[in-house]
């Protein structure tokens, strides 16, 4: 139960926090961008065919794709919010690892994969060859406590982003359920009603922070990693 105290409590001071800092909305996209690749990934792996992704500077964003046999759409649409969540997860484990280049070089190779494969409108483009070049130069060539704080920046918004999506998520099944993009999409497919995906959703993303902030927190009783 403390566990998931100091999850709640830690999560709602960091969505504040992160809120404050500049340009805090820019790198809010690095969750879009994973959510949108998480839903190719898994239509590549069902053999179907992404034409584009699109990113938006509201953070919002879309995958087109095409898949042949309808069931597809469960296991693609289940892909955005878990796939988000996992990433984020992923940045916290590396991170407890110490492995924070690798980290930074998996962000900003996934972008630059995802440019030239996928991303097709202007702003996402922009967004996309922009964030590579700013990521690579912080691997490159900033100092170790710029890196570090850099990256644990990225982290920590991949994470709040998580959560925060599919909690507005829910609101919008609730009140308007045929507008819940991938809970819609879900529920057309299945019968099950919009909240019931969206609730998985949150679930699922909160278990994802739980075990990334377990992770924060078994790093050193000492401080935060400072990277070589």
């Not at 709640?8 to 959510?35: D, E, G, K, W």
């Not at 034409?51 to 955005?80: E, F, K, N, R």
């Not at 982290?155 to 999506?165: D, G, K, N, P």
Request: hydrophobic share 55%; net charge positive; charged share 10%.
């Amino acid at each position: 139960m403390f566990s998931w105290i100091r999850m709640a409590a830690f999560m709602i001071v960091t969505a504040f926090l992160t809120r404050l800092i500049p340009f805090s909305a820019y790198f809010q996209n690095v969750n879009t961008l994973m959510h949108e690749l998480a839903h190719a990934l898994a239509t590549l792996l069902l053999k179907g065919s992404v034409m584009h992704i699109y990113l938006y500077a509201d953070q919002s964003g879309v995958t087109y794709s095409s898949y042949t046999d309808s069931w597809m759409q469960i296991p693609i649409a289940l892909a955005g919010y878990m796939g988000s969540a996992l990433f984020a997860l992923l940045l916290f484990v590396l991170y407890a690892k110490g492995k924070l280049r690798l980290g930074l070089a998996l962000i900003a190779g996934t972008a630059a994969v995802a440019l030239a494969l996928f991303v097709r409108n202007g702003y996402g483009m922009a967004w996309s060859g922009g964030f590579t070049v700013l990521t690579a130069l912080v691997y490159f060539a900033a100092p170790a406590w710029l890196r570090t704080g850099y990256y644990l920046l990225l982290a920590f918004i991949c994470l709040v982003e998580s959560i925060i999506s599919p909690i507005v998520l829910l609101v919008i099944s609730v009140s308007e359920p045929a507008a819940a993009g991938d809970a819609a999409s879900l529920s057309e497919t299945t019968a099950v009603p919009a909240m019931v995906w969206s609730l998985l959703f949150c679930g699922f993303a909160l278990w994802c922070a739980k075990i990334a902030i377990g992770y924060l927190f078994k790093r050193r009783p000492g401080g935060i990693l400072i990277s070589k």
